[in-house]
C-alpha cells in the first residue's frame, strides 16, 4: 500500500532500519524508488560545461528559464573573455548580454552574474564558497542554484529541488509541499545524504525522460508500481 501523507503532518520521519529494511512506509517505497532510478542512470553528472566552480556557478545561475545545451552554447566564448570572478566582475554589462542573449531574460542575467562576481570579489577573495549559507547570500543565487554547486563542483551533499524534482516529488507522493524549500527538508528526510545530489540529478533525468510534465509516459514508466498516479496518461 502506498503511504499518504497525513493532512497535518509533522514533517519528521524518523530513520531506522530492521533487517536492513526501511521501517518507514515511505522512506521503504522511496528507497525502492531510488534503486530503480539507480540502475535507469547510473551515471548522472550535470550537463552544464565547466571547468571550474566559478564557471558552474555562473553557468547555472544562466540556466534559469532554458535549457543547459542553450547555456553550454554561450558559456565558452563567455568565459574565454572572461575567465575569472576578476575579470567579470569588471566587465562592461553590454558586452556580458551580447555573450549571454540567447539564454534570454538577459539584462536580468547579466546584472546578476556580474553582481555574482564582484560579491565574490569582495567577500570571498574571487572564489566561491563552499557553504550554502554563504551561496545563498550571492547575487542571483537561490538554494537551488547553491545545491548544484555544491554538488557537483564540491561533492557536498546537496538536494537540487527544480521544476522537475518538484513535479515528481508531488506525483511519487514523497511530498505534501509545493513549495521547494519544504520539498528540499522532506527530500532530505528520506533520503540518505550520501545520495541527495545523485538523487536530484536522477529525478530530473527521468523528468525529463518519462515523467514529462504534460504527457508522463506512464505505460512505460519503470516506477509505475510504486506511484500513486500509475495512470496519469490513461495508459
Ligand atoms: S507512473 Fe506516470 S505519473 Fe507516475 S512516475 Fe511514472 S510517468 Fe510519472
Redesign the pocket.
Given at each position: 500500500m502506498i503511504f499518504k501523507w497525513p493532512r497535518k503532518h509533522t514533517t519528521h520521519i524518523p530513520f531506522g532500519k530492521c533487517n536492513g529494511v526501511a521501517m518507514h512506509p515511505l522512506r521503504n517505497r522511496t528507497d525502492k524508488i531510488r534503486k530503480i532510478l539507480r540502475s535507469t542512470y547510473p551515471d548522472v553528472k550535470t550537463a552544464l560545461n565547466h571547468r571550474n566552480p566559478f564557471e558552474l556557478l555562473i553557468a547555472t545561475i544562466l540556466s534559469a528559464q532554458t535549457t543547459d545545451r542553450q547555456v553550454n552554447s554561450v558559456t565558452g566564448g563567455l568565459f574565454q573573455r572572461f575567465p575569472t570572478a576578476n575579470h567579470l566582475a569588471a566587465a562592461p554589462l553590454h558586452e556580458i548580454e551580447d555573450r549571454i542573449r540567447s539564454t534570454g531574460f538577459f539584462h536580468n542575467k547579466a546584472r546578476n552574474i556580474r553582481a555574482c562576481a564582484r560579491a565574490l570579489e569582495e567577500r570571498h577573495a574571487g572564489r566561491v564558497p563552499r557553504r550554502l549559507e554563504d551561496l545563498t547570500k550571492l547575487p542571483g543565487v537561490g538554494r537551488k542554484t547553491a545545491n548544484v554547486v555544491l554538488g557537483a563542483a564540491f561533492g557536498i551533499p546537496g538536494m537540487v529541488v527544480d521544476t522537475h524534482v518538484k513535479r515528481?516529488a508531488g506525483?511519487?507522493g514523497l511530498t505534501p509541499h509545493s513549495d521547494p524549500v519544504k520539498i528540499e527538508y522532506d527530500l532530505m528526510q528520506i533520503v540518505p545524504k550520501r545520495a541527495w545530489n545523485a538523487f536530484g540529478l536522477q529525478l530530473i533525468h527521468f523528468g525529463r525522460d518519462?515523467?514529462h510534465a504534460r504527457k508522463?509516459?506512464?505505460p512505460a514508466?519503470p516506477?509505475?508500481h510504486l506511484?500513486p498516479?500509475?495512470n496519469?496518461?490513461g495508459g
Open positions: 515528481l506525483r511519487l518519462i515523467c508522463p509516459a506512464c514508466c516506477l509505475r506511484c498516479f500509475p496519469k496518461t
